[in-house]
T-cell receptor, first 114, second 114 residues
């Protein structure tokens, strides 16, 4: 069974600064997908970024980028130029290629201060 | 802008009552997932459909929960009888290509069982 661990229950950052959220996972599969989802106070689950394990290049979406270390089973999210609207709970998630079920980490609450 | 829709958004009911939650997946998506979010358990999978067929409902309490897809545009999750421990946010998500690609979440149904 896959497990996803987010070791930082809460993080805070000043507006315009950079913050990195950590995620580690455990799996025996060789190919899979990793995701970061954002959940603001509205509760809506919003996809932030997606990484395919067979791609060595780290995914990037505007201010959001990941550091994917397959051998270490690590998948961290870097948010650059943090904005107040980035305040949310962030979930790291894993999906195997044989089964689409998402396995989520416990989440990290990120607060961006003005 | 294609979205997953869920109704109702909020539901307050008394213990023992039947609760039905509905989900309209994104047109063309062939997989539907039901997740439950609680403070204690986080996000957990309840049921998974592909091409309207149930593939996995091992996360559901079988004696009281049931999930169906009467057609490609509607998925339902029913609880009968409801209990206070069922109080949670229930999310529906849909995905293309067998579910191993990105899942798109609905806004959730916040259920409170008194």
């Amino acid at each position: 069974a896959q497990t996803v661990t987010q070791s930082q229950p809460e993080m805070s950052v000043q507006e315009a600064e950079t913050v990195t959220l950590s995620c580690t996972y455990d799996t025996s599969e060789s190919n899979y997908y990793l995701f970061w989802y954002k959940q603001p106070p509205s509760r809506q689950m919003i996809l932030v970024i997606r990484q395919e394990a067979y791609k060595q290049q780290n995914a990037t979406e505007n201010r959001f980028s990941v550091n994917f270390q397959k051998a270490a089973k690590s998948f961290s999210l870097k948010i650059s130029d943090s904005q107040l609207g980035d305040t949310a709970m962030y979930f790291c998630a894993f999906a195997g290629t044989s089964y689409g079920k998402l396995t989520f980490g416990q989440g990290t609450i990120l607060t961006v201060h003005p | 802008d294609a979205r997953v829709t869920q109704t109702p958004r909020h539901k307050v009911t008394e213990m023992g009552q039947e609760v039905t939650m509905r989900c309209q997946p994104i047109l063309g998506h062939n997989t539907v997932f039901w997740y439950r979010q609680t403070m204690m358990q986080g996000l957990e999978l309840l049921a998974y459909f592909r091409n309207r067929a149930p593939l996995d409902d091992s996360g559901m309490p079988k004696d009281r929960f049931s999930a169906e897809m009467p057609d490609a545009t509607l998925a339902t999750l029913k609880i009968q009888p409801s209990e206070p421990r069922d109080s949670a946010v229930y999310f529906c998500a849909s995905g293309p290509r067998g579910g191993t690609d990105t899942q798109y979440f609905g806004p959730g149904t916040r259920l409170t069982v008194l």
